[in-house]
């Protein structure tokens, strides 16, 4: 079965830092383009980086560029998402999502989709 | 930056057709893709590539898209279409976007 499992997340105050990670099993880890996206509370879905199999090319929102870095460990089937200098607008459930293809060429869609790992960030 | 509007409901009584807009500047030009989202899940993607049905996707669901509107049209209505949904395009080639999604109602 295709399976993707986050982790990491948790109650932060603003200004701190948190990594979350996607575990992924089922199918060829590196053969695949991987993704976060995010959903506020009651709010719609946004997507927030992607990563290339080889992680030569890693592409973020304007909304977290240069605070958030996504990572990928093909050796242990893993993506990570580091989150600094958070603000209260980045509390969501985070989702791993996986690409159609090893590349971010841009017009496919995500599938599967984890189950989600909470972020809140309040005082 | 390109903008995908969607009504933030639609009302279905049970047995009927519900359709589901994606409005967006010449959205036929781009390949849409839709997802369900069913109370305390994730996204499940339900149509790829304007019209196609994964695996294990019901006939019921089909998709079409031209000119400024892409459509999600569920037939025959359940019960268990009862969710929210979201259509996705890319703004550019590393810029995937969501609409805001579509609550559906089975009355």
């Known amino acids: 079965e295709v399976q993707l499992v986050e982790s990491g997340g948790g109650l932060v105050q603003p200004g701190r830092s948190l990594r979350l990670s996607c575990a992924a099993s089922?199918?060829?880890?590196?053969?695949?383009?991987i993704h976060w996206v995010r959903q506020g509370p009651g709010k719609g879905l946004e997507w927030v980086s992607g990563?290339?199999?080889?992680?030569?090319?890693?592409v973020y929102a304007g909304s977290v560029k240069g605070r958030f870095t996504i990572y990928r460990d093909n050796a242990k089937n893993s993506v990570f998402l580091e989150m600094t200098s958070l603000r209260p607008e980045d509390t969501a459930l985070y989702y791993c999502?996986?690409?159609?293809?090893?590349?971010?060429?841009?017009?496919?869609?995500?599938?599967?989709w984890g189950q989600g790992t909470l972020v809140t960030v309040s005082s | 930056s390109y903008i995908l509007t969607q009504p933030p409901s639609v009302s279905v009584a049970p047995g009927k057709t519900a359709s589901i807009t994606c409005g967006g500047d010449?959205?036929?030009?781009?390949?849409v893709h839709w997802y369900q989202q069913r109370p305390g899940q994730p996204p499940l993607l339900v149509i790829y590539f304007d019209r196609n049905r994964p695996s294990g996707i019901s006939e019921r669901f089909s998709g079409s898209n031209s000119g400024d509107t892409a459509t999600l049209t569920i037939s025959r209505v359940e019960g268990e279409d009862e969710a929210d949904y979201f259509c996705q395009v890319w703004d550019t080639g590393s810029d995937p976007l969501f609409g805001g999604g579509t609550s559906l109602a089975v009355l």
């Open positions: 089922g199918f060829t880890f590196d053969a695949y383009a």
């Open positions: 999502v996986r690409d159609i293809g090893e590349q971010i060429r841009g017009g496919g869609w995500f599938d599967p």
């Open positions: 010449n959205i036929g030009g781009k390949s």
């Open positions: 990563i290339s199999w080889n992680s030569g090319t890693v």
